[in-house]
Structure formats: C-alpha cells, structure tokens
C-alpha cells in the first residue's frame, strides 16, 4: 500500500508539523473544564461546549454518477446506502467527530453513507449538522436505564458508561429497513474506503470481525468462569479466538431474528452474581459469537494504538496493510497530543481532528 510506504516520510514530517504548530501546541480550555467535571462525581453534565470546524466537502469520485445515491434527499431506507454506526458520548466526542471526517475522506462516494449517531444526551445533532453539513444521519437516543442495571463495575472506569453497551442494542434502535450495518468504535480513523469493508461477505454468520487466534483467550474470563462447567460449557463445539468489538460488520436481520440482544443480556445478568470476567462490553460478545464470527481482514482494525496504563508506553502497527487505525487501551491520541507527550502514530490521528475554531 502506497499509504504504508510513505509512512516514515509521512511520520517525520507529521511530527515537525506538531513541533511547530502553536495551535496543536496550545492548551484548550474545554480540556480543563470536562477535567473539572469529573471532579463534580459521576453526575452526567450537559455537553461542555465543544466547538468543532466544518470538514470540507467532499466529492471523491471522478464520475459522480458512479455514486448511486447522489440525490438531495437521501432516504435511509435506501438499499445502496452504507450504514455506519457510531456513539457520540461527550467524553469521546472529539475522537468520534475525527472518526467521521476520517470515513468522508477516504470514501469514493461519501454521499451514499448515512451515519447512525447513538447518543445519550440532547443537543447534538445541531452540533453533528454544522460540522458536517452534508451528512446523511440521524440520531438516536439511548437510555441508559435500559442498561444502568445491568452493567457491573469493570477494570476500567471509562468501560463501564452505557453508550459502550448501546453496540448491543443496534437491531432494536436502528431502523427496521437498515439490515446491514457497520459499527465502529470512537478512537478511530479509517484510511480506506469503507465500502470495501461494507461489500464483506459474512457467510452464515451475524457478525464479521478480524479475529485474533493467537491471542490468549483465557484471560478474557475469570478462574471463577473457567472452573465452573456450566459456564464453561459455553464454549463446547467451538474453536473461541478473540476479536475486537470496536470494529464490527452486522447482518441486523439474522440479528433480530435469532434475538442476540437478550443472548447478551443473559451473560451480564450471570455476571452480576458470579464475576466471569473483568472487562466491559467485550466479554459477553466473546461468549456469544467467539468462533462464529466471520472474519475480516486484520487491515480493518490495527488495534491496541491506546496503550495501556503504563505512562508512555506506546504501541507500534501490527505487521501488514492498515485500512482502519483503532486507538483502543486506556491512552487516547487527543489527550496525548494536548498534553504534548503525544506517541509516534498519535501524529497519524492529527490530521482527522476538526476540534477548535477556524483561524
Ligand atoms: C493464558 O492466560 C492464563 C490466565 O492469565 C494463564 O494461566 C495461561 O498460562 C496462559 N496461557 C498461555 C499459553 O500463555
């Protein structure tokens, strides 16, 4: 890919942009105020006002008219739509608006994806809309109560809030006409044309993800979990390998026909009597689709760029093609490059980011 090969040309020069940029340099206000109110306890505030520059309009294809839905008004009931779902939690706010611009960018026909923004707080469509004013979206809200039972206490705070659950929930919220839908975590930019990854066949299977054989899938479960055989069992026929659930392509009508939400909602029920596993969301993915997940080419999540919570250790690439950068962990590029201890490929990130006003 030539993209790959220009990088450390790329990089070196990203990195001198940084140094000299006094914007990227300088410290936003809105950075202190939303560190503040982590300082107000676990009280959800109204969204801190984030101001966000408009992304230049983007017409990629040579020939228009190869872009099917270049109409007006576009339905989202339209068969050749590309449907990307993604949250907007005001914590992760300017990592999901980087995440969009990335998608537009590199789309051939930017015009036929239509993004479907689950959201937990009001006022940010006006917001979506002035960033993006050709967008095709819509917005739905989720309500935390539907999971605020069910979530238990995780090694991370960051994976306990209730947008990180709404993934679960896509086949009920989402539109009945929309079968097919792409879901995509906040902390991360996609360098390739996503209609390549939409056109993935997924088989027989309801979900399609980039699947890690190798990874040590034990340590996704606690002893507690593994040690009892009718948890265990679970996992009986089935060759389990990790995946991330950050990344995912979802046949939604073989999704509500065999009820994968309540499957789920199962696990997190045994998991507030029996502790099975540490993390968030990922686990009770793992025990339902672990093994029968259609998979998709690792280029479409080069994941684990966050880090983890040692201070500075940053991560390098996977070996191979990278269409999709996915900064999961606990470090975030944003954070990093404001903080101005940014990671090498934090610089890879930067040009995705829209925050602030024009100058
Ligand atoms: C996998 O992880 C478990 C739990 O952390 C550990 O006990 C086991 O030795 C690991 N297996 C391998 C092959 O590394």
């Known amino acids: 890919m030539l993209w790959l090969m220009r990088f450390s040309g790329f990089f070196s020069a990203a990195m001198l942009v940084i140094l000299l940029s006094p914007s990227l340099q300088s410290f936003h206000p809105a950075e202190a105020i939303r560190s503040s109110h982590h300082l107000d306890g676990l009280l959800r505030l109204p969204p801190p ?7 230049p309009r983007f017409r990629n294809a040579a020939d228009a008219n190869k872009c099917a839905s270049s109409s007006v008004s576009t339905s989202v009931c339209d068969p050749s739509l590309v449907h990307v779902a993604i949250t907007l939690d005001v914590e992760y706010l300017r990592g999901s608006i980087a995440a969009v611009h990335s998608i537009l960018q590199h789309s051939q026909c930017p015009e036929n994806i ?17 960033t993006f004013p050709q967008l095709n979206f819509k917005v739905y809200y989720f309500d935390p109560e539907i999971v605020r039972n069910l979530i238990s206490t995780s090694v991370r705070q960051a994976l306990e809030q209730p947008l990180n659950y709404a993934r679960n929930y896509l086949a009920d ?25 939409w056109s993935t066949s997924l088989g027989s299977r309801t979900i399609g993800a980039p699947e890690y054989c190798h990874a040590n899938f034990t340590k996704y479960f606690t002893a507690a979990f593994w040690s009892d055989t009718r948890f265990a069992r679970a996992f009986a026929g089935r060759r389990p390998c990790y995946f991330n659930t950050g990344v995912m392509v979802i046949d939604l009508v073989r999704w509500r026909r065999i009820g994968y939400s309540k499957r789920i909602e199962r696990w997190m029920e045994i998991q507030k009597n029996d502790r099975i596993y540490e993390l968030g969301s ?7 689709f672990a093994g029968h997940v259609a998979p998709i080419e690792h280029r479409w999540n080069q ?18 093609p990278v269409s999709l950068l996915h900064w999961s962990g606990s470090g975030k ?20 980011d829209l925050y602030g006003h024009a100058h």
Not at 282 to 288: G, I, K, M, T
Not at 333 to 347: G, I
Request: charged share 20%; glycine share 6%.
């Open 333 to 352: 590029p944003w954070t990093r490059l404001d903080s101005k201890q940014p990671c090498p490929l934090d610089a890879l990130w930067a040009p995705y």
């Open 49 to 55: 006002r984030l101001s966000f520059r408009p992304a």
């Open 282 to 288: 990922l686990p009770p993915f793992l025990l339902v």
């Open 173 to 197: 919220l989402l539109e009945p006409c929309v079968e097919r839908v792409i879901y995509l975590d906040s902390d991360l930019v996609v360098v390739d044309d996503i209609a390549k990854l």
């Open 303 to 320: 994941h684990g760029l966050g880090g983890d919570n040692v201070k500075g250790s940053c991560r390098d690439l996977h070996a191979g």
């Open 114 to 130: 239509f993004f479907h923004f689950l959201v937990s707080e009001t006022n940010l469509e006006s917001l979506v809309k002035s």
